[in-house]
């Protein structure tokens, strides 16, 4: 698949699979590798500048968390970053819509 | 062992503790009989172009293989994917944040492999191929991790600093009594805040959150110190004599237990009742400062740390019914304290008299105080135009370059001046506390939110002191009055907060 049609919406992905629960960078990206079916391979040195990016904006939150003996930095969805998906996945339909509009 | 990295993984034992890099923790796991352990990379001939990744030096790139050792190449693809990366990442603290994330999750990339049949070392070799481009990482991260300045904030204390040079240099003008090289003094003082404000915000605060306990007990003995054996003036013991120097009013230097107060409160978060009840005995600081005889000084402290634990009780720091808790708080603060100090002054004696009148007074009761700065303050502000001297010389208010500067500004500039200055510094408060909500990092939030509560209580106490709304006391205009202490305070103040942003991308909470 085309990346740059990827790489706008994945902020949108990433805040969609936080608001169902609380996950670190590597479980985020298995998650969105096994429900895109393998479409979506997201590299890790793409993954954290856009957590990173979404925590400075205030979308998300960390903190650390040990899991069986290893300590992970887990990320959350703050409220800010529950309005700004609500935002996203308008805007995504509404792009969509309009997309598969053209091409019927 | 110093620069020796035992080679063989087996040893090393990359299970998500023990990184390949982390020779320390490897040191301690040999497999018995391994021929690789202690064989020396980097003997000596290697210095310069080090770095540091996880508090562990790594050698410099391009250092001779050891003959014969087969994990050469898997090891030093994993370093180099991290020395790549963070060598992009030019703020220090940051590098240590994200070198730890990136590690972990090369370990957990790693250990699915090997789940899903792959050698460790291959699997290793795997997990840093799926990071992607190091470099193209490191950049983006470096964009997000970086120092950061409050321009804003800057420009605000900036112009603040300015205009209080040039009303010094006025009123060193117009008053002989302060003497010929008042203006130039006053100057020099307010550019060494205004330096130490710089010398303060390239500090990283979370070192007052590391040593809070410590730093607070220093101000508990200074206190003490200073209400036994300082100098006092006017029935206050609040000064201290620095021979030629002249005399220097400690008492307001009170004032920066504020920040550590508030670092704290940070550091009892989730203790619960136990939690709140031994951030109520740190507020017992400004009984300290009652021992000084400064009593409006212990009365701002006092509710300006009562209101930074109401901020923590109710962000749930401690846990902690809210509710409940807040009503408690606040039914307490508002009866005992008070109430005790109240009937301390009036009936224990323990006060100068002019003080126990000044209070009565205060509270409406009969008193033979006659509050003539207050009465003269609201004369001089009536007669004041809205722009340009009234015309009336000030005679008889003393302090006009400290307790009463607004007055004077008021009187001899305008009003409108006056409420420049005011708004300017509304502003810089304002400022300080949107800083401040708007940190993710708690330590910083709570320690800008109390200074900007103090920097906003004094202004606002000021203004009403030069209106003549409330009795006359020993007050200063952060910023602005001609007094050591009070000068410094404010720009220490600033300067935290200027900290609190500078650090807010490159610092996690509790790091330091």
């Known amino acids: ?21 609380d996950k670190y960078g590597y479980e985020m990206i298995e998650t969105l590798r096994r429900r895109s079916e393998n479409v979506f391979e ?10 990173h990016s979404m925590e400075e904006k205030k979308w998300l939150d960390s903190y650390e968390k040990e899991v069986a003996g290893k300590v992970r930095k887990y990320y959350s969805i703050t409220r800010e970053g529950s309005k700004a998906l609500k935002a996203k996945e308008g805007e995504w339909r509404e792009y969509s819509r309009a997309v598969l509009n053209v091409l019927a | 062992m110093e620069g020796v990295f035992p080679c063989c993984p087996e040893c090393i034992g990359v299970d998500g503790r ?34 540091h990744v996880l508090g562990t030096e790594f050698p410099p790139l391009g250092r001779p293989r050891r003959e014969g050792c087969r994990y050469w190449n898997r090891r030093i693809a994993m370093e180099e994917y991290l020395r790549v990366l963070l060598d992009q990442i030019h703020c220090r603290k940051a590098r240590e944040m994200v070198g730890k994330e990136m590690k972990n999750h090369i370990l957990d990339q790693m250990e699915a492999n090997q789940q899903a049949g792959m050698e460790r070392e291959q699997a290793l070799e795997e997990a840093v191929r799926d990071m992607g481009d190091p470099v193209e990482a490191g950049m983006a991260l470096n964009k997000i991790h970086r120092f950061r300045t409050d321009w804003r904030m800057l420009a605000l204390v900036g112009l603040v600093s300015v205009i209080n040079i040039l009303v010094h240099i006025g009123i060193g003008g117009r008053d002989a009594s302060l003497g010929e090289a008042y203006g130039l003094r006053h100057s020099l003082e307010a550019m060494a805040g205004f330096g130490i404000m710089l010398a303060v915000y390239r500090m990283d605060y979370n070192y007052i959150g590391k040593y809070a306990k410590q730093t607070a007990v220093f101000f508990f003995l200074a206190a003490a110190l200073v209400s036994f054996a300082g100098t006092e003036i006017n029935g206050a ?8 120097l002249g005399t220097v009013a400690v008492a307001d230097l009170a004032y920066l237990y504020i920040p550590v107060y508030g670092a704290l409160l940070y550091r009892y978060r989730g203790e619960g009742y136990r939690g709140v009840g031994k951030c109520i005995l740190w507020m017992s600081f400004p009984l300290c400062v009652l021992l000084m005889n400064r009593f409006s000084t212990a009365v701002c402290l006092f509710f300006i740390l009562a209101a930074m634990l109401s901020v923590a009780v109710g962000k749930d720091w401690f846990r902690v019914n809210r509710k ?23 009936s224990g004696n323990y006060y100068a008299t002019y003080k126990t009148e000044r209070i009565r007074a205060f509270l409406g009761q009969e008193s033979s105080y006659q509050d003539y700065g207050r009465r003269m303050a609201a004369e001089y502000w009536k007669s004041s135009r ?11 208010l003393v302090g006009v370059n400290n307790d009463y500067l607004l007055n004077y500004v008021a009187n001899y500039y305008g009003i409108a001046i006056m409420l420049l200055i005011g708004l300017l510094l509304f502003a810089v408060a304002a400022r300080v506390i949107h800083v401040s909500f708007s940190q993710k990092n708690p330590l910083g939030m709570i320690m800008g939110c109390g200074c900007g509560l103090f920097l906003e209580m004094v202004t606002v106490i000021a203004v009403l002191h030069c209106l003549g709304l409330i009795p006359s006391a020993r007050l200063f205009l952060p910023f602005f009055s001609a007094d050591v202490g009070g000068l410094l305070v404010a720009y220490v103040m600033a300067g935290i907060v200027l900290s609190v942003y500078r650090y807010q991308s490159v610092v996690v909470p509790g790091q330091v």
């Open chain 2, 237 to 244: 013991r609040a000064w201290i004599s620095l021979g030629v």
């Open chain 2, 324 to 346: 409940a808790a807040l009503a408690a708080l606040w039914t307490v603060f508002g009866a005992l304290p008070l109430s005790g100090v109240v009937v301390l002054a009036i």
């Open chain 2, 386 to 396: 809205l722009l340009g001297g009234s015309g009336r010389e000030i005679t008889d």
């Open chain 1, 42 to 51: 997201l590299k890790a040195g793409t993954l954290y500048p856009l957590l």
């Open chain 1, 1 to 21: 698949m085309d990346k740059t049609l990827v790489s706008g919406s994945m902020a949108m992905l990433l805040l969609k699979l936080l608001s169902e629960g």
């Open chain 2, 18 to 51: 023990a990184g390949m890099w982390n020779w320390k923790q490897a040191s301690g796991s040999r497999r018995e009989g391994c021929r690789y352990w202690k064989q020396a990379f980097l003997p000596s001939g290697f210095g310069g172009n080090t770095v």
